[in-house]
Nanobody, 123 residues
Framework: QVHLVESGGGLVQAGGSLRLSCSASTRIFDSYVMGWFRQAPGKGREFVAAINTSGSRTWYAESVKDRFTISRDNAKNTVYLQMNILNADDTALYYC????????????????WGQGTQVTVSS
């Protein structure tokens, strides 16, 4: 089991940027595919971005492509989500998650989840 802690959320104006971090407590961090998901009030949890174990491959939801960048530092057991050109539709609770397999965009592929960090974009 992996303990995940997100940080970096907050209130930002539309057009602004935030960088989320997710720290993982595990000795085998580089064995996990890492993903970011978000959940807005009254909506289901949706895929945002994912990165493979080495960091050589990334995947994004269409709604964030070209605005968000996922990256990881295996030496620091940390995954990041750089979010640029934020808009009101990006307002949500953002979760990081760890997966040992399965399709990267499915929540069911992830066994371990953080508590989430709130991102609020004011228009």
């Amino acid at each position: 089991q992996v303990h995940l802690v997100e940080s970096g959320g907050g209130l930002v104006q539309a057009g602004g940027s935030l960088r989320l971090s997710c720290s993982a407590s595990t000795r085998i961090f580089d064995s996990y595919v890492m993903g970011w998901f978000r959940q807005a009030p009254g909506k289901g949890r949706e895929f945002v971005a994912a990165i493979n174990t080495s960091g050589s491959r990334t995947w994004y939801a269409e709604s964030v492509k070209d605005r968000f960048t996922i990256s990881r530092d295996n030496a620091k057991n940390t995954v990041y989500l750089q979010m640029n050109i934020l808009n009101a539709d990006d307002t949500a609770l953002y979760y990081c998650a760890a997966s040992m397999g399965g399709f990267y965009a499915y929540t069911t592929s992830y066994n371990d989840w953080g508590q989430g960090t709130q991102v609020t974009v004011s228009s």
